[in-house]
Protein backbone atom coordinates (compact mmCIF):
# COMPACT_ATOMS: atom_id res chain seq x y z
CA UNK A 1 0.00 0.00 0.00
CA UNK A 2 2.03 3.12 -0.97
CA UNK A 3 2.24 5.93 1.72
CA UNK A 4 -0.68 8.95 2.75
CA UNK A 5 0.40 11.74 0.23
CA UNK A 6 -1.05 14.14 3.08
CA UNK A 7 2.31 13.01 5.17
CA UNK A 8 4.50 13.83 1.95
CA UNK A 9 2.96 17.54 1.78
CA UNK A 10 6.02 19.68 3.15
CA UNK A 11 3.13 22.33 4.75
CA UNK A 12 3.87 20.36 8.41
CA UNK A 13 7.18 21.39 8.18
CA UNK A 14 6.37 24.85 9.16
CA UNK A 15 6.11 24.09 12.51
CA UNK A 16 10.24 24.01 12.15
CA UNK A 17 10.17 27.90 11.32
CA UNK A 18 11.68 30.66 13.47
CA UNK A 19 9.40 32.32 15.40
CA UNK A 20 5.89 30.58 14.65
CA UNK A 21 2.98 30.70 16.30
CA UNK A 22 3.15 26.68 16.38
CA UNK A 23 6.51 26.59 17.69
CA UNK A 24 6.31 28.79 20.79
CA UNK A 25 2.50 26.68 21.59
CA UNK A 26 4.61 23.31 21.23
CA UNK A 27 7.33 24.92 23.52
CA UNK A 28 4.79 25.48 26.19
CA UNK A 29 3.10 22.71 25.95
CA UNK A 30 6.49 20.52 26.38
CA UNK A 31 6.86 22.90 29.66
CA UNK A 32 3.77 22.19 30.80
CA UNK A 33 3.85 18.45 30.48
CA UNK A 34 7.07 18.49 32.22
CA UNK A 35 6.19 20.52 34.93
CA UNK A 36 2.87 18.33 35.49
CA UNK A 37 4.89 15.14 34.98
CA UNK A 38 7.32 16.58 38.36
CA UNK A 39 4.40 17.56 40.33
CA UNK A 40 2.77 13.95 39.96
CA UNK A 41 -0.22 15.13 38.17
CA UNK A 42 -0.38 12.12 36.66
CA UNK A 43 1.11 8.61 36.63
CA UNK A 44 4.78 8.49 35.63
CA UNK A 45 4.85 7.88 31.72
CA UNK A 46 7.87 5.86 29.94
CA UNK A 47 11.49 7.23 30.01
CA UNK A 48 11.51 7.67 26.31
CA UNK A 49 8.23 9.80 26.27
CA UNK A 50 10.12 12.27 28.66
CA UNK A 51 13.05 12.39 26.49
CA UNK A 52 10.93 13.22 23.41
CA UNK A 53 8.94 15.69 25.30
CA UNK A 54 12.66 17.06 26.49
CA UNK A 55 13.98 17.27 23.13
CA UNK A 56 11.20 18.69 21.62
CA UNK A 57 11.01 21.50 24.76
CA UNK A 58 14.41 22.02 23.26
CA UNK A 59 13.77 22.05 19.88
CA UNK A 60 11.00 24.19 19.86
CA UNK A 61 12.24 26.88 22.77
CA UNK A 62 15.36 27.40 20.27
CA UNK A 63 13.24 28.19 17.53
CA UNK A 64 10.76 30.59 19.15
CA UNK A 65 14.16 31.87 20.58
CA UNK A 66 15.26 32.39 17.29
CA UNK A 67 12.28 33.96 16.34
CA UNK A 68 12.88 36.70 19.19
CA UNK A 69 16.19 37.40 18.61
CA UNK A 70 15.13 37.92 14.55
CA UNK A 71 12.46 40.63 15.61
CA UNK A 72 14.76 42.13 18.20
CA UNK A 73 17.46 42.14 15.05
CA UNK A 74 14.94 43.76 13.01
CA UNK A 75 13.65 46.59 15.22
CA UNK A 76 17.39 47.02 15.70
CA UNK A 77 18.07 47.84 12.60
CA UNK A 78 15.53 49.80 12.22
CA UNK A 79 16.09 52.24 14.69
CA UNK A 80 19.49 52.27 13.45
CA UNK A 81 18.96 53.43 9.93
CA UNK A 82 16.74 56.23 11.29
CA UNK A 83 19.22 57.47 13.75
CA UNK A 84 21.58 57.47 10.64
CA UNK A 85 18.70 59.19 8.31
CA UNK A 86 18.08 61.77 10.64
CA UNK A 87 21.89 63.12 11.04
Do not use: Q, Y
Amino acid sequence: MPPDPKWLDPKWLEILKPGSDAALTLTIACGLFLLAENWKWFPPPAPLVIELVWFGLFLFGSLTLLGILRLLLVALDTLVCWIRHRK
